[in-house]
């Protein structure tokens, strides 16, 4: 009996704290004026304030334009100068005279789905997928998609787009980001399309079938750079970007599936400021 109250006990504690962590800061001026009322008052604050990350969305009052007041740590969505996405005009990027090279290395791999909350992430059970800038590889760490697309090519989006994100030995990111639109079925994602959990996961749902990515990638893999930021908070900086100028397709039918999870998960373009894109 005991215990199962305890039990019961320690659930309301844990929904409580729940709750006051998704609700705004309310209770923060009476914590501080009346210390009369502690023995009523769970000590909500330090959980609180240990949550890993405010919550945010792509609407309303914790929308894209309320990141940087969410938390602290989002300061860059606000102050950053090299923040993506970004509208990419093709007429107006440089050709590189010393390109620096990208090569593709992708294999064979089995992955896991999870949905965030934010989108429909694929994890790779290994980490031999990479990609190797100049003399720098970076292993392929997730990949994940936005609808519509994130990064625009002279001023106009795409259906949806793909992101993947890849690291390097010092943590640093390099992400590849493919524009999807709409044509053929993407027979390489069918598995994982059918697979995608509706709701928010606690748990990643395996699939089966190993995916080469290399079979998803456009047959033109010249490219668009620029240093640019993470498109979710913290919107840190440092990001390599390269997109792909080639779409890749999707079926109607796989685009609609996706936008009945996630009707629309992009962050709007940035400002350029005096960053340059290369044409690569
Ligand atoms: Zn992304």
Not at 225 to 249: A, D, F, H, M, Q
Not at 270 to 275: H, P
């Amino acid at each position: 009996m005991k215990k199962k109250q305890i039990s019961a006990l320690s659930l309301l504690l844990v929904l409580s704290l729940l709750l006051a962590a998704c609700s705004s800061s309310k209770t923060d001026s009476s914590k501080e004026t009346d210390s009369s009322k502690e023995a009523d008052t769970p000590v909500t604050s330090p959980v609180s304030n240990s949550e890993e990350e405010a919550h945010w969305s792509y609407e309303g009052e914790t929308g894209p334009e309320h990141w940087g007041d969410l938390d602290p740590a989002n300061l860059a969505c606000v102050n950053g100068t090299e923040q993506s996405p970004i509208n990419i005009e093709t007429t107006e990027t440089e050709e590189k005279a010393d390109p620096q090279e990208l090569t593709i290395n992708y294999v064979p791999t089995l992955f896991s789905l999870e949905n965030n909350g934010h989108t429909i992430q694929a994890n790779p059970a290994a980490s031999d997928n990479s990609i190797t800038l100049g003399n720098d590889t970076y292993h392929l760490a997730q990949l994940h998609f936005h609808t519509p697309s994130e990064h625009q090519l002279n001023g106009n989006s795409f259906d949806m787009e793909l992101h993947l994100v890849h690291k390097n030995e010092k943590d640093e990111l390099a992400v590849l980001g493919l524009m999807i639109k709409e044509g053929k079925e993407n027979s390489i994602l069918k598995e994982a399309w059918e697979s995608m959990p509706k709701e928010q996961t606690t748990e990643d749902v395996q699939l089966k079938q190993q995916i080469d990515l290399t079979n998803i990638l456009p047959k033109n893999q010249d490219s668009f750079r620029y240093n640019g930021s993470l498109t979710t908070p913290s919107c840190t900086e440092g990001v390599k970007w390269i997109v792909l100028e080639e779409p890749i397709e999707m079926s109607k039918e796989q685009i609609k599936r996706f936008q009945e999870i996630f009707p629309e998960n992009n962050r709007p373009v940035q400002n350029l400021n005096d960053r340059e894109i290369f044409k690569y």
